[in-house]
């Protein structure tokens, strides 16, 4: 790639990737940036584990949003799927396509890398650039103890289901931030402007995302099975439903919020924020019922926010219980939606 002020593609590897703090030495990395490929040494008692998100600018985040924010947000949410699996990063690439060459982007593109890169011990050691409409590819790779890999396959009835966080505040922020969600119309903010306290906490729910990696890896020999809340909490507990062929008896007045989410709007639209909204990148898991408590020691432990939000049951589909014990219906745009088997 070449721009029109000559700055080429290696040259914007050798100004901002290569020798950078991105590229930083670890155990295992035998060789990263530079070459024709990376040459990772995976530990014979280990799994490496894959998972590549692309994120497309105005699909998957606003193209005008701060570089830095960006990078942050399209690392996050790899790191979260490997969370998902109970798997430690171990390194990542970076598939950058530009539309052009902008010093100034590509500097804040690159620091805004760097924050969960070091914190989570994973260098950069790899990728590719081309020209054309802005997009971000990133492959993370992780290392996970051969038995103690979490899939979405595995939860049993009578385990309790459990997330991470709070739920909605992606979606919401989206809404905040006068973007557009696949929420659609009826979906709102109940105060015409949140106030910067809230508008703040939105942004870094949706651009910073906390990948649980801490959580997961500490819990993993506990969990039955895991996926991370990209699609809302309906659709991604419905994998894990649909793997382990089970059902799911949500407790809708367990679902955490955000003091945010609970300022800025109303129960309804939490709720369909929570279930339908998406871009949340927090944890949902089962575990054994008696398992429960030592789970929830380990997230205090952590400073991890966990809670119980259902139970795993014999059937299909997921079921709901209202605020006032009865068994409720899911709001009915779920219908066509998701398809799913709702108690009336
Ligand atoms: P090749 O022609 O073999 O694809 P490149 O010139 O694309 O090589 O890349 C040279 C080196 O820089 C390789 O090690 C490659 O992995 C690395 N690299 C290229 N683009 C990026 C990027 N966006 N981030 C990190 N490393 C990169
Ligand atoms: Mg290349």
Redesign the pocket.
């Known amino acids: 790639m070449q721009n029109s002020a000559g700055q080429s593609?290696?040259e914007?590897?050798k100004r901002h990737?290569?020798n950078s703090a991105l590229d930083f030495q670890k155990k295992g990395i035998e060789l990263g940036?530079?070459?024709?490929?990376?040459l990772l040494d995976v530990p014979a008692d280990k799994l490496l584990a894959m998972s590549l998100d692309v994120l497309v600018s105005d699909i998957h985040f606003p193209s005008s949003a701060d570089p830095f924010l960006i990078a942050n947000r399209a690392l996050a949410v790899n790191l979260s799927d490997l969370a998902a699996m109970a798997a430690e990063p171990f390194c990542f690439?970076?598939?950058?396509v530009l539309p052009f060459s902008d010093e100034v982007w590509l500097q804040k593109f690159s620091e805004g890398l760097l924050p969960l890169a070091l914190h989570h011990n994973c260098p950069?050691?790899?990728?590719?650039?081309s020209k054309g409409p802005l997009s971000i590819s990133i492959q993370v790779q992780g290392l996970c103890d051969k038995s103690r890999a979490i899939r979405r396959k595995g939860a049993r009835a009578g385990d309790k289901i459990y997330v991470s966080g709070t739920l909605g505040d992606g979606a919401i922020a989206l809404r905040a931030m006068g973007l557009e969600s696949h929420l659609g119309e009826q979906f709102d903010l109940c105060v015409e402007t949140p106030s910067s306290v809230c508008q703040h906490f939105f942004e870094d729910a949706y651009f910073k995302p906390n990948p649980r990696i801490e959580l997961s890896l500490a819990a993993a020999g506990l969990l039955s099975s895991c996926i991370d809340i990209s699609d809302g909490l309906c659709g991604d507990l419905s994998h894990i439903l649909d793997a382990s062929e089970v059902a799911a008896e949500l407790t809708l007045a367990q679902i955490p919020y955000s003091a945010s989410a609970r300022c800025c709007v109303n129960d309804e639209n939490r709720l369909l924020a929570a279930l339908y909204g998406g871009d949340d990148y927090e944890l949902c898991f089962t575990v054994p019922a008696k398992s429960g408590k030592a789970l929830e020691l380990i997230a205090n432990e952590l400073g991890a926010a966990i809670t119980c939000i259902g139970e795993i049951v014999d059937g299909r589909g997921i079921s709901c219980i209202g605020s006032d014990g009865a068994p409720r219906k899911l709001p009915s745009f779920s219908y066509q939606h998701f398809n799913l088997a709702v108690t009336d």
């Open positions: 593609e290696f914007i590897i990737f290569l940036i530079g070459d024709d490929a990376a690439t970076l598939g950058l950069l050691v790899g990728g590719d650039i």
